[in-house]
C-alpha cells in the first residue's frame, strides 16, 4: 500500500508500505480522507512541532475517516464496511491525569502521527490504518467522509471553548483565521456566543472565518497600528479570547484586548522555547490565562455537529489524490489559497 512518510525537514515521500493486519483488540481500517493539519506542516517545513522533534521516518496524519475492513481477535465495533471517524489518542488510562478525567494530557498517550515519544506513533496517512477497536466512532446517517474528515480538528476547537467556560451571551476574540481558528468561530457559534470578532493577516483566510460564521473580522497589522482599537474594527474589550495563531503577537492582542477578569485560552502551539508576553497584564487585570491541548470526548460531540451542520463543507477547500501529496501540503502552507486540504486515499 501507499503512505505519506516524513523522512526529514522538507523529505516528504509517498512510499510503498506493508500492509498492515490488525492484532488482539485492533481494527482495520481503509483510509478515505485525511486532512492536512498545521502540525503535519510543521513536520515537513521545520522537522518538529514545538518541543516535539524527527528522530526516525513516520507516517503523518491524524484527521482521518473511511470504512471499516476487519478485526483482529476480541475486537468489536461497527461493522465491516461502515464509515467511521478515528480517534486519533489512546491514553494510557492509568496517569493521574487519566484517572481524575484529563485524558487529553496524558503523561503517556499515543497520538496518531506524533513525534512526542519515542518510538514514534506513525499516523494515519495510508491506504490501511490499524488503530484500537475503541477508537472508531461510526458516523451519522447521512453524514459524508469528507465532511466527517473535519472531526479531529473540530474536536481541538470545541475543547478550546469548552476550556474557556460558558460563552454564552458573550463577545468573543479569535486570534488566527487557520483551519483550526476558523473551527473556533463555529464552535463559539455554537456554545451561543452572541459575537464572534477574527483578526488575521491573510484577507482569505479572513473570508473563510466569516464562512465559518465569524460576526466581523479584521486584518491583524490593522489591529498592530491603531492607538484606538475601536478605530480598526475592535470592540474596546472582549470576554474572551482564544489565540489560534500560534505566534507570540497573537497572544499579545488577547491580553490587551480581554476585559479584566476574562478568560485567555492559548491553543495555537507557539515556537519551540520561551516566549515573551504581557505578563503583568495577567497580574494587573486578574486575567486568566488558560491552555487548550487536544481533546477527548468532544470527539463524539465534534461528529454530532458535523452531521447537523452543512456550513462546514465550505470550509474544505481541495482534495488532492494521495500521490501528490506535497502539492497537497504546499497548498495547504498557502494559505493565501486554501483553508482545510484533504489527501484521498482513493483518487
Not at 476547537?157 to 451571551?169: F, I, T, Y
Not at 492582542?253 to 515573551?276: E, F, I, K, N, Y
Request: with cysteine.
Amino acid at each position: 500500500m501507499l503512505g505519506c512518510v516524513i523522512h526529514g525537514q522538507g523529505d516528504l515521500r509517498v512510499d510503498e508500505l506493508p500492509t498492515p493486519s490488525p492484532g488482539p483488540g485492533e481494527a482495520l481500517v481503509a483510509v478515505r480522507y485525511g486532512g492536512v493539519c498545521g502540525s503535519d506542516l510543521h513536520y515537513w517545513r521545520h522537522g518538529g512541532v514545538g518541543d516535539f522533534r524527527l528522530r526516525e521516518p513516520m507516517v503523518l496524519g491524524h484527521e482521518v475517516v473511511g470504512t471499516v475492513v476487519s478485526y483482529g481477535a476480541g475486537g468489536d465495533g461497527p461493522a465491516p464496511g461502515t464509515a467511521v471517524a478515528v480517534h486519533p489518542a489512546t491514553p494510557c488510562g492509568v496517569c493521574p491525569e487519566c484517572v481524575s478525567g484529563r485524558r487529553n494530557v496524558c503523561r503517556d498517550t499515543r497520538y496518531l502521527g506524533s513525534a512526542a515519544r519515542t518510538p514514534h506513533v506513525q499516523g494515519g496517512f495510508a491506504a490501511r490504518v490499524v488503530v484500537p477497536a475503541e477508537q472508531l466512532r461510526a458516523l451519522p446517517d447521512g453524514l459524508p467522509l469528507r465532511r466527517a474528515a473535519l472531526a479531529e480538528p473540530l474536536s481541538v476547537a470545541l475543547h478550546a471553548v469548552r476550556r474557556a467556560g460558558d460563552v454564552a451571551g458573550q463577545h468573543v476574540l479569535v486570534t488566527g483565521a487557520g483551519p483550526i481558528g476558523c473551527l473556533v468561530v463555529a464552535a463559539a457559534k455554537a456554545a451561543g456566543a452572541a459575537r464572534v470578532i477574527v483578526t488575521d493577516l491573510v484577507p482569505r483566510a479572513l473570508e473563510y472565518a466569516v464562512v465559518a460564521g465569524a460576526d466581523a473580522v479584521v486584518r491583524a497589522d490593522a489591529v498592530v497600528r491603531a492607538d484606538d482599537p475601536a478605530s480598526s474594527g475592535l470592540p474596546a474589550e472582549v470576554d474572551t479570547a482564544v489565540e489560534a495563531s500560534g505566534v507570540a503577537a497573537g497572544l499579545d492582542t488577547c491580553l490587551r484586548l480581554v476585559r479584566r477578569g476574562g478568560v485567555v485560552v492559548q491553543l495555537g502551539m507557539l515556537p519551540a522555547g520561551q516566549s515573551a508576553f504581557a505578563g503583568n497584564l495577567v497580574v494587573s487585570r486578574e486575567i486568566e490565562l488558560r491552555g487548550a491541548f487536544r481533546f477527548d470526548a468532544e470527539f463524539d460531540d465534534a461528529v454530532a455537529l458535523l452531521s447537523r451542520e452543512r456550513g462546514f463543507d465550505g470550509l474544505v477547500s481541495a482534495v488532492v489524490p494521495l500521490r501528490e501529496a506535497e502539492s497537497a501540503f504546499t497548498l495547504a502552507a498557502d494559505r493565501t489559497k486554501s483553508c482545510k486540504v484533504l489527501l484521498d486515499f482513493e483518487g
